[in-house]
Every structure is written in C-alpha cells, then in structure tokens.
C-alpha cells in the first residue's frame, strides 16, 4: 500500500511537472505570418508608426491573405522602473504598449514584441536575463501576442535553460504568447526547442541581396541563397507547432521583383514563417501581389505542415518538392543563375519520394493536373513532359492535383 502511495505521488508530481514546463499549444499549426519592423526600420520605431503598419495589414490585403502578427522588434525600450518592471520609451510610444496592442487587436490583428535572453539585447536595451517572470507578467497585462526573444549578451548563459526559462514564465503569465526563438542557430535548437518554442531561427541574420555575405566585423549577415542552403538537413525538425525559422522576408526592400518572387517562393516550399519585412504603407502593386499571392501562401500554411526538399539540382537550376495535404505536392524550379534556363522536366522519369515523412508523387500510377501559381494557369498534365523557360533568378511554381 505504502510502495502503491508513494508511487502514485511520483506521477502526481511528474505530471504536475509537466503541467509547468510547456509552451502554450495550437499556436503554430501553420507556419506564421505577421510583420516585423527590424529589416526595414531597424531601430526607427514609434507608435505611429506601427498603427500606420497595421491599418496598411488590413487595407492592403495582407490581413485577408492570412497576415496576423505585427511585430516590434529591438529598441521600443525604456527602461525598468524601481521595481523592475520594463516600460516603453515615453518618447517612441508616448500611449504606452497597452493602448498599442488594443488599437492592433482593433483591427482584427495581433501584437508581437522583442526581448532577449541575456543582460542586453543587440541594440543595448535592457534584456531578460533574471527579470523573466516579470517580463512575461508584463507582456500579458499589455496584451501581447508574441514574443521574438532574441540572444545577444548571454556570456555563460545555458540556451536549453534560458529559452526553457521563458516558455515556462509566458505560460505561467496565463496570456497565449507566440514565442519566436532568435538564437541563430548557433546551439541546433532543432534538436531540443520542439517543445519549447513555436519556431527557432536556424541561421544569422538575413541580408538585403540575392547572393552575398555582409560582414558586420565579427559576424555575418546573409543573403537569400545563403539562407537557403544553411537549410540542408534541417526538415525532419519541423511541424506544426514548431517550425524552422530562416529569418523574416526582404520582399519589397528593394531587390528586383523577379528575387523577391523567387525568394517568397522558396519560403513557401520551406514551410517557412511568412514574416514580412517591409514597410507596408508604401508598397509597389508588385510587391502587394508577390506577398499576397493566396496560391504559394496556400503551399507554406499547408495544413500537414511538411518542409519541401531539393529533389536535383543541375547547373543553376534546383528542383523542389513539397508534400501537400490529400495528396497533392508543391515543386518549384528555382534558377540561381544568371542565365535563363530552357527546362524540360519529363514526371515519368522521376522518383519523387520523401523518405524521412513518407510521401511518393508515383508518376507511372498517378497522374496529376498542374496549376501555375504565378501565371495562375493550367500547365495540363503530367502524362506530358512540363516544359518551361525558368528566368535568371526566378522561378516556376506549381501545384500538382491528383486527377486519377
Ligand atoms: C539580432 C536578430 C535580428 C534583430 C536584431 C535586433 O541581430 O537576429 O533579427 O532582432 O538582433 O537588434
């Protein structure tokens, strides 16, 4: 009887263990999708501005294509009051977060802010570190709705301890809060962050250009294609729930309309979070249709929440798959290059299988009608070849439907 009670208290307390340490689920069953002032504004923020970034969510479109998030990234900071309790600063946001976060849920959207893990953040505002419970208290009484936490200054800190730290503050503040884990990949978050963050950057910061590395003198920034590759490996990671993070998009921050397609595509195909970069109020139609484009959203938020996959590469010219939900996949021909590639792609010959979730295209057996999501056409089947001319730095997306 005894050895029965004493057993009984150990799962009592193993699940009440449990009952604290976890994040808030039903959060990410989709990738997100959102706004995020760092790549355009840096530390330019205000409060009037972030109002003008969500109006332009709503009149823009970008709410009715699934955009939710609009979030402050580094530098909204003040200081800590007496107590500790974090503020905003007077002068950038004269009405405080409070009245922030109801003029953004006014419109239907969702606030997001930024912290960071260690004693500062990267812009030198005040971090985190030892102040967790009360951060997190103070988030839910604004009424936050995400949180980017980011890790700069965290000399001797454990990064399982401090993101774990914060998970386990958020979910006692009560309040649902998103959290984005920013710590760039530097401690494979993919292996142990599945149960305590909604998603994790997997690499440093992205950078403006289509092929380059920025260097900060110390460390790097980097552009789409970097991006890209730094991925390899990384898919079996993610799900719904918890995604791979390869930093916010740069779509509409000045790269050629042909890149920033290219690069919003490949996004999609990486089940990536769609957090856009730019400044919203000022978009050019272009810019509006790339990042509205309900086709290759419908492919990132796809509900089984599977990252695509290169299939083949052959010069510049990459081939990616994605499996879709009831059977359907996403490819994309993705051409690096400089040169515009004349592509043929003959289905029948392929052997498209996902060996780490399961997925085979069978093209012998299933034969699959095909959409353009750029052109928004019918391409016909894959009975017959696809043939195409890929642009330089472009790509070809599709939709495959089964149709037998
Ligand atoms: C780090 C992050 C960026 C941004 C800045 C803010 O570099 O990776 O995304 O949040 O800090 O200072």
Redesign the pocket.
Known sequence: MKIKNSWLLAVVLFIGMGVQAQKFEGLADTPPMGWNS?NKFACDVNEEMIRGIADAMVESGMKDAGYEYVVI??CWHGGRDSLGFIYADSAKFPNGMKALADYVHSKGLKLGI?SDAGTK???GYPGSRGYEYQDALQYAEWGIDYL?Y?W?NTENVNPIGAYSTMRDALYKAGRPIFFSM?E?GDNQPWEWAGDVGHMW?TTG?IYLCWDCKHDHGGYYSWGVTRILDMQDGLRKYAGPGHWNDPDMLEVGNGMPVNEDRAHFSMWAMLAAPLISGNDLRDMTPETIEILTNDEVIAVDQDSLGVQGFKYGSEDSLETWFKPLDNGEWAVCFFNRGQEDVRLRFDWKKENVVDEIFGYEARFEEITYAMRNLWTKKSEGKTEKAFKGTVPSHDVIMLRLIPVE
Do not use: N
């Open positions: 760092w990234d580094d930024y953040t990267c812009a980017k980011d700069c920013c760039w950057r910061d």
